[in-house]
Nanobody, 124 residues
Framework: QVQLVESGGGLVQAGGSLRLSCVVSGRTSSIPTMGWFRQAPGKEREFVAFIRWNGGTTDYANSVKGRFTISRDNAKNTVLLQMNSLKPEDTAVYYC?????????????????WGQGTPVTVSS
């Protein structure tokens, strides 16, 4: 069984930075793709970024390109999301997710495992 635990959320002013962490336990080899999603109040969950454990291929939502960076530490089974130049519209609960396939990863329905979420609030 795979478990995902996020941390690092909080309150930050616009223009500031936060770094989210997702620690993965269990059979990490079974989830070659890791993603970050977010869900703002009253909105649907949306894709933020994904990364492949092997090779490190990444992709991002247009709304965060150039501001957010996803990375992984294979030795620590941790996926990171560095968020810079934060905007009030980035306010949401951020979720880490694991996918059992090495392709795709843009849709929440593609993922098999989810963390509990960590809230991020960006004040103007």
């Amino acid at each position: 069984q795979v478990q995902l635990v996020e941390s690092g959320g909080g309150l930050v002013q616009a223009g500031g930075s936060l770094r989210l962490s997702c620690v993965v336990s269990g059979r990490t080899s079974s989830i070659p793709t890791m993603g970050w999603f977010r869900q703002a109040p009253g909105k649907e969950r949306e894709f933020v970024a994904f990364i492949r454990w092997n090779g490190g291929t990444t992709d991002y939502a247009n709304s965060v390109k150039g501001r957010f960076t996803i990375s992984r530490d294979n030795a620590k089974n941790t996926v990171l999301l560095q968020m810079n130049s934060l905007k009030p519209e980035d306010t949401a609960v951020y979720y880490c997710a694991g996918r059992r396939l090495r392709s795709g990863g843009y849709y929440s329905s593609n993922y098999d495992y989810w963390g509990q979420g960590t809230p991020v609030t960006v004040s103007s």
